[in-house]
């Protein structure tokens, strides 16, 4: 049964940084693309990167340049580098792949304030 763990997430201040893993169990990241969504309160569940299984990254316009997916495949992980972060990246952060059907982590919340 495929799993996926994130972790890494808290409050941090405008302009700080944050890594997010998401360690995934039952699957290889190696063969399976890996995405990144964030979920704020009152708004729809935003894409914010996404990693092939060959590893090429892709963001949207609302996070390029700030944030950076990558994955270890020894490690059978896959993080999330944010930098230069924003009050609006406040929310829950998820990762999800689909292998058969959708698999979801279960969250981990990213509170950007002063």
């Known amino acids: 049964q495929a799993q996926l763990v994130e972790s890494g997430g808290g409050l941090v201040q405008p302009g700080g940084s944050l890594r997010l893993s998401c360690a995934a169990s039952?699957?290889?990241?190696?063969?399976?693309?890996i995405k990144w969504y964030r979920q704020a309160p009152g708004k729809e569940r935003e894409l914010v990167a996404i990693?092939?299984?060959?590893?090429?990254?892709n963001y949207p316009d609302s996070v390029k340049g700030r944030f950076t997916i990558s994955k270890d495949n020894a490690k059978n992980t896959v993080y999330l580098q944010m930098n230069n972060l924003k009050p609006e990246d406040t929310g829950v952060y998820l990762c999800?792949?689909?292998?058969?059907?959708?698999?979801w982590g279960q969250g981990t919340q990213v509170t950007v304030s002063s």
């Open positions: 039952g699957f290889r990241v190696s063969s399976y693309a």
């Open positions: 990693i092939t299984s060959g590893g090429t990254p």
């Open positions: 999800y792949t689909y292998r058969n059907r959708n698999y």
